[in-house]
């Protein structure tokens, strides 16, 4: 069955860096679009950066532009975000998602605070 496991959340201080990383199975992972989306409390979950089936091919939220970088290693099986110059606005459960068939991961927190 198709898992989607994130890791790699925690607490950082404005300007800091994260990176999260998706591990997926169950699935040919190179076929599929993968993307990050991300739910602040009170707020709907919305999209923060997809990235297409070879890795050429990505998009992001306006927010997060010139911040943040999606990438995918696909021999691992393993998408990624890299998260610079984070702000308190970017605190969220992060949430792992393939475009096909709405598998969501279990999130993981990033809180951005001093």
């Known amino acids: 069955q198709v898992q989607l496991v994130e890791s790699g959340g925690g607490l950082v201080q404005p300007g800091g860096s994260l990176r999260l990383s998706c591990a997926a199975s169950g699935f040919t992972f190179s076929s599929y679009a993968m993307s990050w989306y991300r739910q602040a409390p009170g707020k709907e979950r919305g999209l923060v950066a997809a990235i297409g089936g070879t890795g050429v091919s990505t998009n992001y939220a306006d927010s997060v532009k010139g911040r943040f970088t999606i990438s995918r290693d696909n021999a691992k099986n393993t998408v990624y975000l890299q998260m610079n110059s984070l702000k308190p606005e970017d605190t969220a459960v992060y949430f792992c998602?393939?475009?096909?068939?709405?598998?969501w991961g279990q999130g993981t927190q990033v809180t951005v605070s001093s």
């Open positions: 998602y393939r475009n096909s068939g709405a598998y």
